[in-house]
């Protein structure tokens, strides 16, 4: 198992036990670990790579204005304008947050069994 791999598993714990927090200091881990191998392997034309998915769409738990933040963040990148894979995902989460914001969407977890 990879440290990007742990980093990831570590965020999806948290998340499930509403540690909303911690799971996005470990999300923003995962995602630097894999940009770090990214480099290390492919260093003169890197893959496309894919914004942090999984910290988009922890922060629309946590409320649907930090996670329209996010993605309006994530458009200013270079990665926005250089790859058109990044910039259809970065748009298609950022019109499901604002979908979601316009229906008054607030997160509630569901009860554990």
Known sequence: MTQYD???EL???FEAS???ENAALYYIKADDELKKVIKAKFKYAPPDPSPNTKLGRL???VSTQKAI?????EK??????KYESYKRAVDIELAKALEKQ???Y??????KK
């Open 11 to 13: 965020g999806k714990s």
């Open 69 to 73: 933040e996010f993605w309006e963040l």
């Open 6 to 8: 742990k980093y990831l």
């Open 76 to 81: 200013k990148k270079s990665e926005y304008k």
């Open 59 to 61: 922060y629309l738990k």
């Open 18 to 20: 509403c540690d909303f």
């Open 102 to 104: 316009a229906k008054g």
């Open 106 to 111: 607030v997160y509630k977890p569901r009860n």
